[in-house]
């Protein structure tokens, strides 16, 4: 599907979602709310096709968190961009490791290196740290005295 | 000017005094100098690379270097037959007690080249972190510094011939430690 179609089927099956241009892929914003059965139709539309996640990350905006999925479609060979905006004080979003297994793991990351909470994660620990690591590292207001100068 | 020439020159030479005589001749020298010659030009480096400078040190050893000129022919696998470890990467606080354990598993006399910025002290991107170990001398002795991002083969070419002279200059470190502390 070419970047106008995906994008066009897209506003149907979200109408609140919001577009971000200038991109080299369909960027799109959608509510934590919305979220879990935006990428389930993702996922699940015919046409559309979402069947590898390739990146999912998160940032820290200092004022807000943004979850970032990259999906591709291997059926179609398009691709796109979902992010989520989420609460800095509150992070919590769906899991989509029930429809994209190898969020598995990358959920685990994000939740280790920047205190994500994904809600119905099978197996939520932390990942790459020690189990009584105390803080997220990657958050942008991370402290360290011992290991990291302030800059 | 051929490039072999100052290498070459450097070459150790036999630690002795050669004394022509009639149908043959002598060399003297002491059992100490010997061994230390002997060890310095048969040193088995451990393979244990954790970043980029190992790519240079896998060029160091490969056909267009080839440090087995020099004695660093054989490279182990397992520490227990190494005698030499060439720290070549970061260094992360998960893996500074794997090397802690390598360097134990070692049998002594153990020399350690500690290669590139991060090995010395932690590294110009990485230093500012809460996972990297800021020199690898806050985890095992170290003999030799090369610095560079990454350093070139002939700059690691450098460091061992340096740590060729530094065996052969004098005692091992166990040797010094026992000196200082006979009861050991």
Same mark, same amino acid.
Not at chain 1, 114 to 141: A, I, N, Q, S
Not at chain 2, 100 to 122: E, F, H, N, T
Not at chain 2, 152 to 166: C, D
């Given at each position: 599907?070419?970047?106008?179609?995906?994008?066009?089927?897209?506003t149907?099956l979200?109408? %609140?979602? +919001?577009?971000?241009e200038?991109g080299?892929w369909?960027?799109?914003f959608? %509510?934590p709310?919305?979220?879990?059965?935006?990428?389930?139709?993702? @996922? %699940?539309?015919e046409? +559309?096709d979402? /069947?590898?996640?390739?990146c +999912?990350?998160?940032?820290?905006?200092k004022?807000?968190?943004?979850?970032?999925y990259?999906?591709?479609?291997?059926?179609?060979?398009?691709?796109m961009v979902?992010?989520?905006?989420? /609460?800095?004080?509150k992070?919590?979003?769906e899991?989509?490791s029930?429809?994209?297994r190898?969020?598995?793991?990358?959920?685990?990351e994000?939740?280790d290196?920047?205190g994500?909470e994904?809600?119905?994660?099978? /197996?939520? @620990? @932390?990942?790459l740290?020690?189990?009584?690591?105390?803080?997220?590292?990657l958050r942008?207001d991370?402290? /360290?005295?011992?290991?990291?100068?302030?800059? | 000017m051929?490039?072999m020439?100052?290498?070459?020159?450097?070459?150790?030479?036999?630690p002795?005094?050669?004394?022509?005589?009639?149908?043959?001749g002598?060399?003297?020298?002491? !059992?100490?100098?010997?061994?230390?010659?002997?060890?310095?030009?048969?040193?088995?480096?451990?393979?244990?690379?954790?970043?980029?400078?190992?790519?240079?040190?896998?060029?160091t050893a490969s056909?267009?270097y080839?440090?087995s =000129?020099?004695?660093?022919?054989?490279? =182990?696998?397992t520490?227990r037959?190494?005698? !030499?470890?060439?720290?070549?990467g970061?260094?992360?606080n998960?893996?500074?007690?794997? !090397?802690?354990r390598?360097?134990?598993?070692?049998?002594?006399?153990?020399?350690?080249?500690?290669?590139g910025?991060?090995?010395?002290?932690?590294?110009?991107?990485?230093?500012?972190?809460?996972?990297?170990?800021k020199?690898?001398?806050?985890?095992?002795?170290?003999?030799?510094?090369?610095p560079?991002?990454?350093? =070139?083969?002939?700059?690691?070419?450098?460091?061992l011939?340096? !740590?060729?002279?530094k065996?052969?200059?004098?005692?091992?470190r166990?040797?010094?430690? =026992?000196?200082h502390?006979?009861?050991?």
């Amino acid at each position: 599907m070419t970047y106008e179609a995906l994008k066009i089927t897209i506003t149907e099956l979200a109408p %609140s979602a +919001l577009f971000e241009e200038g991109g080299e892929w369909l960027n799109i914003f959608i %509510s934590p709310d919305a979220f879990p059965a935006f990428v389930q139709q993702l @996922r %699940s539309t015919e046409g +559309l096709d979402f /069947d590898s996640l390739f990146c +999912l990350t998160c940032v820290d905006w200092k004022t807000h968190f943004t979850m970032v999925y990259h999906l591709s479609s291997t059926i179609h060979f398009h691709n796109m961009v979902v992010k989520v905006k989420l /609460d800095r004080n509150k992070p919590e979003i769906e899991t989509v490791s029930a429809i994209w297994r190898t969020a598995e793991f990358h959920e685990r990351e994000v939740y280790d290196l920047f205190g994500v909470e994904f809600l119905h994660h099978p /197996d939520l @620990r @932390r990942l790459l740290l020690t189990d009584d690591w105390v803080g997220y590292p990657l958050r942008k207001d991370y402290e /360290d005295p011992i290991n990291m100068i302030k800059l | 000017m051929d490039v072999m020439e100052p290498i070459q020159s450097n070459q150790p030479q036999f630690p002795g005094d050669v004394y022509e005589a009639p149908g043959g001749g002598f060399m003297t020298s002491t !059992l100490q100098d010997v061994i230390n010659w002997a060890r310095s030009n048969s040193l088995w480096p451990l393979t244990f690379g954790t970043s980029c400078c190992a790519i240079e040190l896998m060029s160091t050893a490969s056909a267009k270097y080839d440090y087995s =000129r020099f004695g660093f022919e054989v490279v =182990r696998a397992t520490p227990r037959q190494a005698d !030499l470890i060439i720290v070549s990467g970061t260094i992360v606080n998960k893996m500074a007690p794997v !090397l802690k354990r390598l360097y134990d598993q070692m049998p002594d006399p153990k020399y350690v080249i500690a290669m590139g910025a991060c090995a010395i002290s932690g590294g110009p991107f990485f230093y500012n972190t809460y996972s990297v170990v800021k020199g690898v001398d806050h985890v095992i002795p170290v003999d030799v510094y090369i610095p560079g991002c990454p350093p =070139r083969p002939e700059a690691l070419m450098h460091s061992l011939i340096t !740590l060729q002279e530094k065996i052969m200059s004098g005692m091992t470190r166990d040797q010094i430690r =026992r000196q200082h502390n006979p009861d050991l």
